[in-house]
């Protein structure tokens, strides 16, 4: 079937724009994870979403992020006055869901963003 | 805080060479542990899991790990590794209470045929 998917695969914007992401799971996945991959700073978690309410928002750097999950499918990211440092890609990962996390997360192929 | 260090973060090998790419994790508790790899212009993809059992596992394209806990290890190998083995590798944990991955910073994988 089919995998996740993100939309756009590029974005570029400039500085001080609002962006939104978005994030199509693989049907029937009930968890939902965003991840950011930059240079300098690795492959870092973001938040995580069972259904549509997110336990774990630990890693949002800045009140500037805020995510959101509908009808426990599309997720979507939303940036607001972005900045240069905002530049990433940003990966979207699902999951079935299963107990004690012992499960694989399957990545779509990211988001890169660029921000002017 | 869980932490996870993979220490080459770029190695070159010969077609044929054996591959050892190691991997630490910090953390007190029960893990789950994964290894990622993503080739070039391909999104992340699972190469291996261990969450109980056997600490020596297997995953695709002949790729092994093993875990040793007492070291707090899952160190990733490949006996001949092919042209084709080039990309980057992360080794990731969760714990079991938390599906949030940590991820090592990466090691880059080139073969030369």
């Known amino acids: 079937g089919a995998g996740v998917s993100q939309s756009p695969s590029n974005k570029v914007t400039e500085k001080g724009k609002d962006v939104e992401l978005r994030c199509d799971p693989i049907s029937g996945h009930t968890a939902l994870y965003w991840y950011r991959q930059s240079l300098g700073q690795g492959l870092e978690f973001l938040i995580y979403?069972?259904?549509?309410?997110?336990?774990?928002k630990s890693g949002l750097p800045s009140d500037r992020f805020s995510a959101e999950r509908t009808g426990g499918s599309v997720s979507t990211l939303t940036i607001q006055r972005t900045q240069q440092e905002d530049s990433a890609v940003y990966l979207c990962?699902?999951?079935?869901?299963?107990?004690?996390?012992?499960?694989?997360?399957?990545f779509g192929p990211g988001t890169r963003l660029l921000v002017l | 805080a869980q932490s996870v260090s993979q220490h080459n973060h770029h190695v070159i090998l010969s077609e044929a060479a054996s591959l050892e790419l190691g991997c630490n994790y910090s953390y007190g508790g029960t893990v789950n542990l994964f290894w990622y790899v993503q080739y070039p212009g391909q999104h992340l993809q699972l190469l291996l899991k261990?969450?109980?059992?056997?600490?020596l596992v297997k995953g695709i394209k002949g790729f092994e790990a093993e875990f040793i806990k007492s070291k707090f290890s899952f160190n990733l190998r490949k006996p001949s590794v092919q042209w084709s083995d080039t990309a980057e590798y992360f080794c990731?944990?969760?714990?079991?209470?938390?599906?949030?991955?940590?991820f090592g910073q990466g090691t880059t994988l080139q073969v030369k045929p």
């Open positions: 990731a944990v969760n714990a079991r209470n938390t599906g949030k991955l940590i």
């Open positions: 261990y969450f109980s059992g056997d600490p």
């Open positions: 979403f069972q259904g549509n309410s997110a336990p774990d």
């Open positions: 990962a699902s999951s079935l869901g299963g107990q004690e996390y012992q499960e694989t997360q399957y």
